[in-house]
């Protein structure tokens, strides 16, 4: 059977080895795959793994071997499901690999907001605390997180994770979640609509997933129901917020900072608002990617496939 990954680079850039996929068939692989590059790269492929380039219903037309398609992440927007269905293609997903690697990146990006280290750590090399007349160096205020609250909307997983995180750093966790069940021991934890959440915390972290519920969560509305003092971090999905009014929002002096390692934009052109906007950290979709995350989903997506092989899929989304 012929095996073809279609963007392999951001699953394995060179550290992985795509070994486990050689023994279901002949596997090639591509860094990359620009859209009018997809048909013929399918042409006669039995199996497609995919991450990031759409597949949508006139290629899936054309994919006439296609039986397969593994997505090598968790969502799985980039598929026309529907058309996978009807042309009898099953397509699954890997639901979990990277929850603690993203909680700890919330932090990750969390602690920068309130503690600059970057910043304090190139002035140092720049010499200001040579030359600084008192024995400590502060270059912005600095933020203790014990005993803020913070508000989770999404409480899967990875909310669950970064919640456990933030009670062991004193901090008291409240969480909004369309579902809620199983509320975990922690002192103070409660239950609240998400308008609640927002008006009460003091670090919001979004981990929802993008349904036509949650596109645009974050909007002018809502924040103007946030602290002027509070933090909001986006590890979820871009579209969970409107980017010209966080941006504003910033900019005014209307929220403390925002710190965001998803965009609605992809990579984001050059004058999306929230680049330049105050005090507003952006990184390029990396919550994800440690090796130790993307090993894990390397392992489960040469599973989903040797199930499918078997006759018995799992992690079927179609």
Same mark, same amino acid.
């Given at each position: ?9 951001c ?8 070994d486990?996929?050689?023994a279901f ?11 009018e590059e ?8 039995g199996?497609?793994l995919?991450n990031k380039?759409?597949l949508r219903a006139?290629?899936?037309?054309q ?6 398609i593994g997505?090598?992440?968790t969502?799985? &927007?980039?598929v026309?499901?529907?058309a996978?269905?009807d042309a009898?293609?099953? %397509? ?7 929850t603690a690697? %993203?909680?700890?990146?919330v ?7 309130c ?12 010499g200001?605390w040579?030359?600084?007349?008192d024995w /400590?160096l ?11 609250t913070?508000g ?7 909310g669950?994770q970064?919640?456990?995180?933030? &009670? ?8 909004a &979640?369309?579902?809620p069940?199983d509320p975990?021991d922690?002192e103070?934890f409660r239950w ?9 915390s &003091?670090? %919001? /972290?979004?981990h929802?997933p993008?349904?036509?519920?949650t596109r645009?969560?974050i909007?002018?509305?809502t924040?103007a129901?946030m602290?002027?003092t ?5 590890t979820?999905r871009g579209?969970?917020v409107?980017?010209r009014?966080l941006a504003?929002?910033?900019?005014e ?6 710190a ?5 934009a ?5 004058d999306h608002p929230?680049?330049t906007a105050?005090?507003?950290l ?7 990617a440690?090796r130790?995350?993307r ?6 997506a040469?599973q989903n496939?040797?199930?499918?092989? /078997? ?8």
């Open positions: 059977m012929k095996i073809v990954a279609l963007d392999g680079y699953l394995n850039p060179g550290d992985l080895t795509w486990g996929f050689r068939g002949e596997v090639e692989i591509f860094e990359r795959s620009a859209p997809v048909p013929g790269r399918l042409a006669g492929a199996i497609a995919v380039t759409p006139p290629v899936l037309r994919a006439k071997d296609l039986r397969y997505v090598l992440a969502g799985y &927007d980039i026309d499901v529907a996978a269905r009898g293609i099953v %397509v699954t997903n890997v639901p979990t690999y990277g690697s %993203v909680a700890q990146f932090f990750a990006l969390l602690l920068e907001l503690q600059s280290v970057k910043l304090h750590a190139e002035a140092v090399r720049a200001e040579t030359r600084n007349p /400590s502060a270059k912005t205020p600095l933020v203790e997180l014990g005993g803020k913070m989770i909307a999404g409480f899967g997983r990875i669950r970064t919640a456990r995180i933030a &009670d062991a750093m004193g901090m008291r966790v409240i969480a &979640d369309a579902a069940h975990p922690y103070g609240v609509e998400m308008m609640e959440l927002l008006r009460e &003091d670090v %919001v /972290s979004l929802a993008l349904t036509p519920e645009g969560l909007n002018a509305g924040l129901a602290k002027p509070a933090y909001l971090i986006n979820s579209p969970l409107e980017a009014a504003d929002a910033l900019n002096g209307r929220l403390a900072g925002a965001l390692d998803v965009l609605d992809e990579p984001p052109p050059a929230l680049l105050r005090n507003c952006v990184t390029p979709h990396i919550a994800w440690t130790e995350a090993g894990r989903l390397m392992q489960a040469i496939m040797a199930a499918f092989v /078997s006759g018995h899929p799992r992690n079927v989304i179609s």
